[in-house]
């Protein structure tokens, strides 16, 4: 066979080639199409815009661009209270697990029952404690506490905080090993950074005051 007809026949085959790739193609998008036209059928409504989860997200996990991802899914297949817009989800935090590819909803990110309630203009910090650090373990939510952090033999009042929950209220034990406070959120690193450094004690202040107002005179009789 001469060179110029072995060439015809490979330009021929490769043109055949690419022919039946792109008949293949096409008939992996009519598929693809009659796939989602029959899931519309079966699950009923349009395709709507929703927000969807591209792995496992854990609680406590801040939504973003790389965790969630905006597509169109079957009306009927969507839960109640969906987030259509990705701007929408960003920044949101994850209350519950949200299992990979399930579509963002209100029951991913609400609080549950029973959990704390955070007064607002503060964020919910918990700190290590234990009774002898915590006023022998009578601290209980609604107390407010003066936060004190001790260094090199060091004590420093690093601010005044109201107790929103205590290891021994959440979980019924008569120790207590953590509690919860209420901060400003400019205040919060500096308590995280304080807590790493050093221990932290937390106080009860009393009524402050005129005492001498109520105090016995003294002097001479």
């Known amino acids: 066979m001469q060179r110029g007809t072995r060439l015809v026949i490979s330009v021929l085959s490769g043109v055949a080639a690419v022919i ?3 008949a293949y193609a096409s008939s992996v998008q009519q598929d693809a199409a009659a796939a989602q036209a029959d899931a519309l059928a079966r699950f009923g409504g349009e395709p709507v815009a929703v927000c969807v989860a591209v792995r496992d997200i854990a609680p406590g996990e801040v ?3 790389e965790n969630v991802v905006a597509v169109e ?27 990979k590819n399930a579509v963002i909803c209100s029951t991913y990110l609400e ?9 607002a203009g503060t964020v919910a910090v918990s700190v290590a404690s234990d009774p002898v650090h915590a006023v022998g373990g009578s601290i209980a939510p ?7 952090v001790t260094q090199d033999a060091v004590a420093d009042r690093l601010m005044s905080a109201q107790v929103l929950d205590t290891s021994a209220e959440a979980t019924g034990d008569t120790g207590m090993s953590w509690v919860t406070l209420a901060v400003e959120p400019e205040r919060v690193r500096e308590l995280l950074v304080a807590t790493s450094l050093g221990q932290v004690t937390l106080a009860v202040p ?10 016995p005179e003294t002097g001479d009789a």
Not at 73 to 99: C, F, M, N, Q, Y
Not at 206 to 215: E, F, M, V
Request: charged share 20%.
């Open 142 to 148: 609604g107390d407010t506490v003066d936060v004190y």
């Open 73 to 99: 899914w079957a009306a009927g297949l969507v839960p109640e209270e969906p987030i259509a817009e990705l701007g929408d989800a960003v920044g949101r935090v994850a209350t519950s697990r949200i299992p």
């Open 206 to 215: 009393g009524a402050y005051g005129d005492a001498s107002a109520d105090a």
């Open 63 to 65: 939504l973003d661009d």
């Open 20 to 22: 039946v790739a792109l």
């Open 111 to 119: 609080a549950h029952s029973g959990g704390i309630e955070v007064p």
